[in-house]
Nanobody, 119 residues
Framework: QVQLVESGGGLVQAGGSLGLSCAASGRTLSTYDMGWYRQAPGKEREFVAAISWSGGSTTYADSVKGRFTISRDNARNTVYLQMNSLKPEDTAIYYC????????????WGQGTQVTVSS
């Protein structure tokens, strides 16, 4: 089993910054791609960013490109999301994801952390 625990959410004014962390336990995730997703009230969960197992490749949703940075520390089994120039439309619950299905395991999600951006 894999447990993912997000932290770092909170309330910030528009234009501000927040850093999220996702700590994994139960299995080493250093050989798996990881991602962040978010879900705003009344909307479906959407992709935010992903990072390859080595950290050498990253992908971003157009809506956050240039403002968010995903990174990882495999020694700490942790993935990060640095969010700058936040906008009210970034308000959502942010979820960490580890999709281990290619290896025959499950698709794992954290419990989420709330990010609220005030205008």
């Amino acid at each position: 089993q894999v447990q993912l625990v997000e932290s770092g959410g909170g309330l910030v004014q528009a234009g501000g910054s927040l850093g999220l962390s996702c700590a994994a336990s139960g299995r080493t995730l250093s050989t798996y791609d990881m991602g962040w997703y978010r879900q705003a009230p009344g909307k479906e969960r959407e992709f935010v960013a992903a990072i390859s197992w080595s950290g050498g490749s990253t992908t971003y949703a157009d809506s956050v490109k240039g403002r968010f940075t995903i990174s990882r520390d495999n020694a700490r089994n942790t993935v990060y999301l640095q969010m700058n120039s936040l906008k009210p439309e970034d308000t959502a619950i942010y979820y960490c994801n580890a999709d281990l299905r290619p290896s025959g395991f499950s698709n794992y999600w954290g419990q989420g952390t709330q990010v609220t951006v005030s205008s």
